[in-house]
């Protein structure tokens, strides 16, 4: 890999705005093409981040033949997944939603845990791009599928901006104050949903 250092306020603007930077640090990885492979949004540690670069290297040289594996055998759902993932990762949402589709038909109890995680991150690249028709019924099938603090917080949070993103704010504050009832959620979800409902309370009055 190439390291290039931008600042998203001077001279990477421009790139920061292309891809869609909306949070720092985010390192974007691209294919010699200029594709995005995927993405690192926020601070980690040392270990943690390593372990998530070396998962997405791994993630990109196993492409080809991850793409011959689920054009081989339509009811690997695993295979699916990681390709979903690459997909969403690149931005690629008709491509994934084709992988959700395939997870669908094989998994479609999530009895392997692989539905529920291709709905998360087939809404999130939705979420991201602003589709927020596409996001909002894989985010409620997600939610209904959803065991762990963790992965209901996210659903509810991110259905909560798909709401208020179409000045639905009660509709949305109301899926926020659920976040902060799930026992056990996540500190960096209580927060968010904290500081959503606020901001929400705030364009209510305007």
């Known amino acids: 890999m190439v390291a290039l250092k931008q600042n998203s306020e001077r001279e990477g603007r421009a790139l920061a705005q292309k891809f869609g930077v909306q949070s720092l640090p985010t390192i974007v990885f691209l294919d010699p093409s200029g594709q995005e492979v995927s993405r690192i949004a926020g601070y ?5 981040f390593v372990e998530k670069v070396r998962g997405i290297v791994q993630l990109y ?18 295979s699916a997944l990681s ?3 690459f997909y969403a ?6 491509k994934a939603g084709q992988m959700l589709a395939k997870i669908q038909r094989a998994d479609p109890q999530n009895a392997r845990g692989h539905l529920l995680q291709a709905l998360i991150l087939t809404a999130d690249a939705d979420v991201t ?3 927020w028709s596409a996001a909002r019924p ?12 963790n992965d209901k917080a996210f659903c ?3 259905l909560g901006i798909c709401e208020a993103s179409q000045n639905k704010f009660d509709a949305a504050i109301a899926n926020w104050k659920k976040v902060l009832a799930i026992p056990g959620c996540p500190p960096r979800f209580q927060q968010g949903a904290q500081e959503f409902i606020q901001r929400a309370q705030r364009m209510k009055q305007k």
């Open 129 to 131: 791009a602003r589709a």
């Open 83 to 85: 390709l979903l993932e």
């Open 61 to 78: 040289r196993s492409l080809p033949g991850l793409e011959a594996s689920v054009a081989k055998n339509p009811s690997d759902s695993k």
């Open 89 to 94: 990762g690149q931005s690629r949402r008709e």
């Open 138 to 149: 894989r985010l409620t099938r997600a939610l209904s599928l959803a065991k762990t603090p």
């Open 44 to 48: 980690l540690p040392t270990g943690p």
């Open 156 to 158: 509810l949070v991110q």
